[in-house]
């Protein structure tokens, strides 16, 4: 395996520094939207994210137990997303997050949207989570994803060192 210096675009797990930045990023958004909402009033998303969690489970989940509930599956996903970079579980969890987080625009119309096709200013909010997704394909590529193309990203490339106990060997068995 070659040393960094051999190869200066790629960082100490072996993925391209611009995977890192990405991880990042997806983060820091996400830390930013989520730990606001432990706090009632702190977000200015509290209301309409607790409004879309009691319609989508039908009320069993409601006021403060929604509003907590949608912080620490944001947070989760912001630690989870620089803790276990090579997790299959979490692109899931993301795009599951999204497709909750995008409800609204169907749910609340008359919140989100102006005219058709004319976001409110919390739908162009709901409508900028097309930018998670694709920062998701790209840090986290999966085996046999669509978007994935022919080659292998160095991410989930094995070494020979770490052919045994690497979690990308373990998917291949």
Known sequence: MKSNAQRP????AGEP?????VRFALA?????FGLPKFFAGA???EDLAVATVEKLTSGLIDGSPARLLTAAVEVGIAVAVVVIPRAALVPYAVLGH???ACAPLLLFPEVTWRSFGVATL??????????IVASV???FPLRGAPWRGSG????LRDTPGDRETSPAAALTR
């Open 122 to 131: 919390e739908g162009q909010y709901i409508i900028k989570n097309a930018l």
């Open 17 to 21: 520094w611009a995977v890192g930045v």
């Open 43 to 45: 977000s200015p998303a």
């Open 137 to 139: 394909c790209v840090a």
């Open 152 to 155: 292998q990203h160095p991410a």
């Open 9 to 12: 675009l790629e960082g100490p």
């Open 98 to 100: 999204v497709a909750g």
């Open 28 to 32: 820091l958004v996400y830390l930013w």
